[in-house]
C-alpha cells in the first residue's frame, strides 16, 4: 500500500455507465458512513464540461454565473460567465491521513504490518495439475509468497497483489500479464497562501487546469494530460493557468513548491481489475484507478473472497451470502475478460 504525497485524494464517480459506476458510488457512500472523520465534504465546479444533464445515477446542478461568483468569489469572472456544474456529493480526503488510519485499523482487527520494505518478487512454483485435480503431466504456478527487499521471505496461502503500478511486474513474475496502460500525470504543490481563510472552497476543474485548495492553505494543480514533466517550468505553466481561473492567486504569494510526477495504474480499459488468477493459483489481483473513491468498496468486497479462501484450489469457495454478493459484484471486473473490447468503450473520463 502507498500514499503519494501529492495523490489529489479525490472522492467522486467517473465517466461512464453501469457497472463502473455504481462501484464508485458505493465507494463514496462507504467512505462518508465509514471513515467521516476523514472526508472533507467540498463538492466540485467543473468548468467547460459539456455532459449532458441529468444524470440520475450521478445529479449536477447546472449553475449560472452569479450562483457560481456567490460559491466561489474568487473565480475569474470570465469564467464565471461560462457557467459551471456543481457537484456537491464529491469530497477530499488526504491520501496519507487514509492510508495511515486504515493501517491502524487493520492492525487493531489482528494483522501484521510491515512497512519499509518494499516487495521485491514473488515466490511462484510449479505443481502438477494431478494434485489440484487436473490432468496427468501439465502443470499449474502457484504463488506461496513474497521476498521483501531486505531479503525476508513471507509465506502466504494467498498472495494479494494490490501495489498500484508494480503489479505488472509482479504479476509477470508468475507469468500473469495485467494489461495497464503508462498514463502518468504531473501534478504541482505551491506553499501555503499568504492571506487568512480559504481563497477556494470547491474543487475546480477546467479543460486546462484542476485547482483544489488543501487544508494548510496549500494548492494541489494539475490538469488531465498524460505526460512526464515534472519539471519546474510545467509547474509553473500549472500555476499560470490556474491564475487565470483565480486571478486573485497572483497577489496572495502562490509560489510552487514542488512538482511530482504520479504513476496511476490504469487498466486497459479502464475498469478495476480484481480477483484470482485463473492460470496461477494463489495469486489475487487488485488494480484499479480511481484507487481513493473505490478503496472502502473495493476493499469490504475482496475481504469477502479472501474470508473464504481455499488455499488448496486457489480461490474463494462457497455458498455464503456475503461472498455471493461480492463475486456477482465484481465478476465484470476478472483478470480473465477481454480488455481490447473494453479499451473500445474506455470507462473513465477526464473528471
Known amino acids: 500500500m502507498a500514499a503519494p504525497r501529492t495523490g489529489i485524494g479525490q472522492l467522486g464517480t467517473c465517466a461512464g455507465g453501469a457497472p463502473a459506476r455504481h462501484l464508485n458510488l458505493a465507494g463514496l457512500r462507504l467512505w462518508k458512513a465509514q471513515w467521516p472523520q476523514l472526508v472533507q465534504p467540498?463538492?466540485?465546479?467543473?468548468?467547460?464540461?459539456?455532459?449532458?444533464?441529468?444524470?440520475?445515477?450521478?445529479?449536477?446542478?447546472?449553475?449560472?454565473?452569479?450562483?457560481?461568483?456567490?460559491?466561489?468569489?474568487?473565480?475569474?469572472?470570465?469564467?464565471?460567465?461560462?457557467?459551471?456544474?456543481?457537484?456537491?456529493?464529491?469530497?477530499?480526503?488526504?491520501?496519507?491521513?487514509?492510508?495511515?488510519?486504515?493501517?491502524?485499523?487493520?492492525?487493531?482487527?489482528?494483522?501484521?504490518?510491515?512497512?519499509?520494505?518494499?516487495?521485491?518478487?514473488?515466490?511462484?512454483?510449479?505443481?502438477?495439475?494431478?494434485?489440484?485435480?487436473?490432468?496427468?503431466?501439465?502443470?499449474?504456478?502457484?504463488a506461496t509468497g513474497v521476498v521483501t527487499a531486505d531479503g525476508a521471505v513471507h509465506l502466504a496461502d494467498v498472495v494479494v497483489l494490490a501495489a498500484g503500478t508494480s503489479v505488472q511486474r509482479l504479476a509477470a513474475?508468475?507469468?500473469?500479464?495485467?494489461?495497464?496502460?503508462?498514463?502518468?500525470?504531473?501534478?504541482?504543490?505551491?506553499?501555503?497562501?499568504?492571506?487568512?481563510?480559504?481563497?477556494?472552497?470547491?474543487m475546480l476543474a477546467s479543460a486546462k487546469v484542476?485547482?483544489?485548495?488543501?487544508?494548510?492553505?496549500?494548492?494541489?494543480?494539475?490538469?488531465?494530460?498524460?505526460?512526464?514533466?515534472?519539471?519546474e517550468a510545467w509547474g509553473?505553466?500549472?500555476?499560470?493557468?490556474?491564475?487565470?481561473?483565480?486571478?486573485?492567486?497572483?497577489?496572495?504569494?502562490?509560489?510552487?513548491?514542488?512538482?511530482?510526477?504520479?504513476?496511476?495504474?490504469?487498466?486497459?480499459?479502464?475498469?478495476?481489475?480484481?480477483?484470482?488468477?485463473?492460470s496461477c493459483r494463489g495469486l489475487y489481483v487488485a488494480v484499479m484507478h480511481s484507487g481513493m473513491t473505490l478503496a472502502p468498496e473495493v476493499g469490504r468486497l475482496v475481504a469477502a473472497e479472501l474470508a473464504h479462501w481455499d488455499a488448496a484450489l486457489g480461490g474463494p469457495v462457497g455458498d455464503a451470502e456475503e461472498l455471493r454478493e461480492a463475486q456477482a459484484v465484481l465478476m465484470p471486473y476478472r483478470l480473465a475478460r477481454d480488455f481490447e473490447a473494453g479499451a473500445k468503450k474506455m470507462a473513465y473520463g477526464w473528471k
Open 210 to 231: 484542476f485547482v483544489w485548495q488543501r487544508p494548510d492553505g496549500s494548492l494541489m494543480l494539475g490538469d488531465s494530460r498524460t505526460h512526464e514533466d515534472g519539471s
Open 42 to 142: 467540498c463538492g466540485s465546479l467543473l468548468f467547460d464540461d459539456n455532459d449532458s444533464l441529468p444524470d440520475p445515477l450521478y445529479p449536477a446542478q447546472q449553475l449560472e454565473a452569479e450562483e457560481v461568483l456567490r460559491l466561489e468569489p474568487a473565480v475569474a469572472r470570465e469564467y464565471a460567465a461560462r457557467g459551471a456544474k456543481l457537484y456537491a456529493q464529491e469530497a477530499w480526503v488526504d491520501p496519507q491521513a487514509a492510508c495511515a488510519a486504515m493501517l491502524e485499523a487493520a492492525q487493531q482487527a489482528g494483522a501484521e504490518v510491515l512497512l519499509g520494505q518494499d516487495v521485491e518478487r514473488l515466490l511462484v512454483r510449479d505443481e502438477p495439475l494431478a494434485s489440484v485435480g487436473g490432468g496427468e503431466g501439465r502443470k499449474q504456478t502457484r
Open 236 to 278: 509553473q505553466s500549472l500555476l499560470q493557468r490556474a491564475a487565470e481561473l483565480v486571478p486573485e492567486l497572483r497577489s496572495c504569494g502562490a509560489r510552487v513548491s514542488r512538482v511530482e510526477v504520479a504513476y496511476r495504474p490504469w487498466p486497459q480499459d479502464g475498469h478495476p481489475v480484481i480477483g484470482a488468477s485463473p
Open 173 to 202: 513474475q508468475a507469468g500473469v500479464h495485467v494489461p495497464l496502460l503508462h498514463k502518468p500525470a504531473v501534478v504541482a504543490i505551491t506553499q501555503p497562501l499568504q492571506r487568512p481563510g480559504r481563497l477556494i472552497h470547491h
